[in-house]
C-alpha cells in the first residue's frame, strides 16, 4: 500500500508539469534500470565530498571518510553510474595525527575532509585537508595503490576543501579555503613533485558566502574555479569563476546550479566528460540524513563557455533530475562491496575501523575463515562510540536491508560485550553482556542496556532489518533460523556521517576475552 501510495504521488508530479520531484529518501529505484535510463540517486549510501576524474576509458572519484581507518575512499566506474571500490588511499590515518588513533579517538566530525582526486604523468594524485591539523598529499601509479606515505603541504589549521591543477606546461598550482577567516580562497604555485607549495605565490580569488567545494577544471580555453556557497534564506548551491590563467585574479563569475532544498541540496563534486561525449556532473547531497551525504549523476550543458548543470527547462538556472538514459551500457555491471566473509588474510576495502585500530587486538590469521576481536577497555566505561577496533561499513538506503552477523561467544569473559551496531550520532545494537560466566543477550539504545534472555549457546547470530524508513529491527538466534526480535533503532545522523554497521567488542574490566565472527552477510534489494 506504501509504495502504490508513492507511485501515485510520483505521478501526480509528471501530471502537473515541470520537474518530477521524488519525495526524498523513497526511492524503490535507484541506479541503473533495466530500459538503458538510470534514477538517482546512482549510490544511495555515504559517499560525500565527492570529486570525480576520467581517465582512459575509466572513471574514479573519491569520497571524505572523516574518522575511518583506512582513510579516502577511492571509487571506480566504466559508466559514471555503477561503481565499485578500489581502495582507500590513507592505509594509516594516525600519520594525520595522534588524536585518530584507538587510544585518542578525538577526531569526530573531523578528520579527512573533502579533497580532490587528480591523474598527472601516469599518476594518481589525492590532495585533501583536515581542519584541525592542515594539507596533505599523497599518490600511487594506480587507483588500487599501493598509497605512498603522506607528504604535509601546510600545518595549519581552519583550512578546507583544497584542489589541484596543472597548466599547459606543466606547472602546478594548489588551491584551498581558509574557512577560519571569512573562507578566503587562496591559489599557490605548487613544486614539481607536488610535495610542497609556495606560500609566498599566494593570491586571493574567492572569499565569504561559506564557499567550499572547490573543484579546479579546465575546459576550452579557459581555467574553472567550480566551488558551492551558502546564503541563509536561499541555501547552499553550486558557483563558478573563471580565467583564461591560473595566475589571472577569476573575476568572472556565474551561477551553475540551483540550490534544490527539496532534493538536499546537491552541491559538491566533479564536472567530466562521460563515455557518450556528454558531461556530467558527479555529486553528494550536502544536506545529510541517516542515509548520509549520498551521489547522484546530473547532466552538464556548456552555455557560453559555463557548465550549466541540472534540468533547465524552467530558467537558465538548473534543478534536480531524477532519472536519466545511461551514459553508457556496460557489459560488466560494477557495485559497491557489502558484507564480508573473511576468508582472506586481509579485510575488503569497503571495511573501515573507527579511528585506527589497535593491531595486535584483532587477527585474520588465528581462526582460518574468522575474524577474532580481542577485548580491551573502552576510553569511556560501556560507550559504544569510545571503544576500540569497531569494524563498520556503510549502510543503503534502499527497499530492503538485512544483515545477518554468525557469531562465537565461548571465549567470553567477565566484563566484556560483544555484537552488532547501527551508529552515527546515536546508536542501537544487539549482543552479548557477560557477567559472572553467565551470558545474556542484551539491547543497547545510546549505551543504555536492557538485558533480554541468558544463553548458553557457543554460537550466536544476530540481526538487523531496515527499509526506506531508517528504522532497523534487531533480532538473535540460537540456530541461524529462528530469530527474536529484541529492539528496534531509529537510524541517525551525526559528525557528518550516516549510518553505519559495526561490529564491536570491549570489556570494561580487563583487557582480556575475545569473540570469532564468521561472516557478515548483507542483503540488500533495490
Excluded at 34 to 52: E, H, Q
Aim: hydrophobic share 35%; with cysteine; aromatic share 14%.
Amino acid at each position: 500500500m506504501k509504495r502504490i501510495f508513492l507511485t501515485i504521488l510520483f505521478l501526480c508530479s509528471v501530471i502537473l508539469g515541470g520537474v518530477a520531484q521524488r519525495p526524498w529518501g523513497q526511492w524503490d529505484k535507484w541506479g541503473e534500470q533495466p530500459d538503458g535510463t538510470f534514477m538517482n540517486p546512482v549510490i544511495p549510501s555515504d559517499y560525500s565530498d565527492l570529486d570525480c576524474i576520467r581517465v582512459g576509458n575509466d572513471y574514479y572519484a573519491m569520497s571524505s571518510t572523516m574518522q575511518y581507518s583506512p582513510g579516502m575512499t577511492i571509487l571506480h566506474s566504466t559508466d559514471l553510474v555503477n561503481w565499485e571500490i578500489a581502495g582507500n588511499a590513507i592505509p594509516d590515518i594516525t600519520q594525520i595525527g595522534p588524536e585518530l588513533n584507538w587510544d585518542k579517538m578525538n577526531r569526530y566530525g573531523t578528520g579527512v575532509w573533502a579533497g580532490s582526486l587528480r591523474y598527472h604523468n601516469d599518476r594518481f594524485y589525492v590532495f585533501f585537508g583536515t581542519p584541525d591539523e592542515g594539507y596533505f598529499m599523497t599518490s600511487a601509479p594506480e587507483a588500487c595503490g599501493p598509497w605512498e606515505p603522506l607528504t604535509m603541504l601546510m600545518d595549519k589549521s581552519g583550512w578546507d576543501d583544497c584542489t589541484a591543477i596543472w597548466d599547459e606546461n606543466g606547472q602546478g598550482y594548489f588551491l584551498g579555503t581558509n574557512f577560519s577567516d571569512n573562507c578566503k580562497t587562496y591559489i599557490f604555485r605548487m613544486a614539481d613533485d607536488c610535495r610542497s607549495i609556495d606560500f609566498s605565490s599566494a593570491r586571493l580569488v574567492n572569499e565569504g558566502n561559506h564557499r567550499e567545494a572547490n573543484k579546479l577544471i579546465r575546459y576550452g580555453e579557459y581555467y574553472y574555479l567550480v566551488f558551492s556557497e551558502h546564503k541563509s534564506h536561499l541555501g547552499r548551491y553550486v558557483m563558478a569563476k573563471r580565467d583564461k590563467s591560473l595566475e589571472g585574479n577569476f573575476s568572472e563569475e556565474r551561477q551553475l546550479f540551483l540550490p534544490c532544498r527539496e532534493s538536499n541540496e546537491p552541491n559538491q563534486g566533479g564536472i567530466i566528460e562521460g563515455p557518450d561525449g556528454k558531461w556530467y556532473f558527479f555529486t553528494h547531497h550536502g544536506s545529510g540524513d541517516w542515509s548520509g551525504r549520498i551521489a547522484s549523476l546530473l547532466p552538464v550543458e556548456w552555455v557560453d563557455g559555463w557548465p550549466m548543470i541540472g534540468d533547465r527547462s524552467k530558467g537558465e538556472i538548473g534543478e534536480m533530475v531524477w532519472e536519466m538514459t545511461m551514459p553508457k551500457v556496460a557489459k560488466k555491471k560494477l557495485h559497491i562491496g557489502r558484507g564480508g566473509e573473511f576468508k582472506k588474510r586481509t579485510l575488503e576495502p569497503w571495511w573501515q575501523w573507527n579511528y585506527q585500530p589497535r593491531m595486535d587486538k584483532f587477527s585474520l590469521k588465528e581462526r582460518k575463515g574468522w575474524l577474532r576481536l580481542y577485548a580491551f577497555k573502552p576510553l569511556k566505561e560501556n560507550t559504544l562510540l569510545k571503544a576500540g577496533n569497531t569494524l563498520t561499513q556503510r549502510t543503503f538506503r534502499s527497499a530492503v536491508n538485512d544483515v545477518v552477523v554468525r557469531m562465537d561467544i565461548s571465549n567470553m569473559v567477565d566484563g566484556q560485550r560483544a555484537g552488532l551496531a547501527h551508529y552515527a550520532y546515536h546508536s542501537g545494537a544487539v549482543g552479548i553482556v557477560c557477567e559472572k560466566n553467565a551470558k545474556y543477550v542484551e539491547f543497547r539504545e545510546n549505551d543504555i542496556c536492557q538485558r533480554k534472555f541468558k544463553i548458553d549457546s557457543r554460537y550466536v547470530w544476530f540481526k538487523t532489518e531496515w527499509g526506506l524508513d531508517g528504522v532497523a529491527t534487531f533480532a538473535f538466534s540460537v540456530d541461524g533460523k529462528n530469530f527474536i526480535q529484541c529492539g528496534k533503532h531509529h537510524l541517525s545522523w551525526g559528525y557528518y556521517r550516516g549510518d553505519r554497521l559495526g561490529l564491536y567488542c570491549f570489556n570494561d574490566k580487563t583487557e582480556s576475552g575475545y569473540v570469532d565472527i564468521d561472516y557478515l552477510r548483507y542483503r540488500m534489494e533495490k
